[in-house]
């Protein structure tokens, strides 16, 4: 079965790893370009591996 998540979650995630300084460079280059251009290349190696992050984490 597929899990589900909330790509607002999925952010929040994302910027919590970027505050706490836990982020790569990539992850932290998918975040810019979510704060500029509103949207992220969800196709990216480096999204597909913040959601297998995100999913396997108590966040």
Request: charged share 20%.
């Amino acid at each position: 079965m597929k899990k589900q998540y909330m790509f607002s979650n999925l952010i929040g995630f994302l910027e919590t790893k970027v505050i706490n300084e836990t982020a790569t460079p990539e992850e932290e280059n998918l975040y810019q370009d979510y704060l500029w251009y509103g949207t992220v290349n969800k196709k990216s190696h480096t999204y597909r591996n913040l959601v297998s992050q995100y999913l396997n984490s108590s966040y």
